[in-house]
Each structure stands twice: as structure tokens, then as C-alpha cells.
């Protein structure tokens, strides 16, 4: 079993930055792929980015240029550096990790973004 959790949401002003985290721990040997997805108020689940094991890296293209994701495998840790926010960037964020076994999601944190 893996647990994430996330930290470093709160409320920001559109044009600002904020930087979330995801720590795993339990079997973090066999966590392969990471990544972040959001929900925003009534829509669904929505991927952001995504790191492979090896540092491959991919973004919505709603995000791309924007938003930067990292991970640290010696500390089994992810990150979401969000930069020029604006207010539809407002969701819950998830952190993810994939094991072979299973999907892992963490319990979110709320990104609020104001105009």
C-alpha cells in the first residue's frame, strides 16, 4: 500500500504562485509513475501533469508553460510549482502514484485562485 499526502493549497490572487506537495510512504519502492489531476467545482477530475520514474515530464495544455512538475525519489515526494494563476485554475488538486498493483490518490487540497 502507498499513502499520499498533499499539502501547500490555499488562496492565492490570480496572477500569483503557489507550490503543492505530495509525500508517499509505504511501499514507495514500487511507485512508478506520478502526477497531479484536479476538480474543479462541478466538473470532473481533470489530469494536470505527470512525471515518470525517470523524470519524464507532460502537461495539459491548459497548464503547459505555467506549471512545473518535479519529484524527488530519495524523499518520495512530488511537487506542482503553479505559476500566473488565474481564477479556473481554482480544483481540488489530487496527487497520484501508480504501482503495479494499483492507482493511489491522495484526500486533495484546495487551490483557490481570486480575481
Known amino acids: 500500500q502507498v499513502q499520499l499526502v498533499e499539502s501547500g493549497g490555499g488562496l492565492v490572487q490570480a496572477g500569483g504562485s503557489l507550490r503543492l506537495s505530495c509525500a508517499a510512504s509505504g511501499s514507495t519502492f514500487s511507485i512508478g509513475t506520478m502526477a497531479w489531476y484536479r476538480r474543479a467545482p462541478g466538473k470532473s477530475r481533470e489530469w494536470v501533469a505527470i512525471?515518470?520514474?525517470?523524470?519524464?515530464?507532460n502537461y495539459a495544455n491548459s497548464v503547459k508553460g505555467r506549471f512545473t512538475i518535479s519529484r524527488d525519489n530519495a524523499k518520495n515526494t512530488v511537487s506542482l510549482e503553479m505559476n500566473s494563476l488565474s481564477p479556473e485554475d481554482t480544483a481540488v488538486y489530487y496527487c497520484y502514484a501508480k504501482t503495479i498493483l494499483r492507482d493511489h490518490w491522495g484526500q486533495g487540497t484546495q487551490v483557490t485562485v481570486s480575481s
Open positions: 512525471i515518470s520514474s525517470t523524470g519524464s515530464t
